[in-house]
């Protein structure tokens, strides 16, 4: 299993940006398709994106398609989520998992999570 540790959350105002990173250890993270997800007080944890090992494929769950941009840098084993125009309804704590595909992540097969990090919206 890969380890992953999310950084870059905290609190921004809607409609700036911020960018989520989640480093991996390990030699392997190349053949891992990584996603990010989020889980809002009182709500159960939703797909947000994915990409698959070589970054030339995504997906995006419909609420953030066109806002968020999901990527990765395989000789830095990271991978970020820059989130423009974020909306008050995006505040959750936002996980980054790792898994065999990317297809596979979206209905959430997923092998390993990170810890978390919070992201807050204000109006």
């Known amino acids: 299993q890969v380890q992953l540790v999310e950084s870059g959350g905290g609190l921004v105002q809607a409609g700036g940006s911020l960018r989520l990173s989640c480093a991996a250890s390990?030699?392997?993270?190349?053949?891992?398709?990584m996603g990010w997800f989020r889980q809002a007080p009182g709500k159960e944890r939703e797909f947000v994106a994915a990409i698959n090992w070589n970054g030339g494929s995504t997906y995006y769950a419909d609420s953030v398609k066109g806002r968020f941009t999901i990527s990765r840098d395989n000789a830095k084993n990271t991978v970020y989520l820059q989130m423009n125009s974020p909306k008050p309804e995006d505040t959750a704590v936002y996980y980054c998992a790792a898994g065999v595909n990317y297809m596979g992540l979206r209905v959430g097969r997923v092998g390993s999570w990170g810890q978390g990090t919070q992201v807050t919206v204000s109006s």
């Open positions: 390990g030699r392997t993270f190349r053949s891992y398709a």
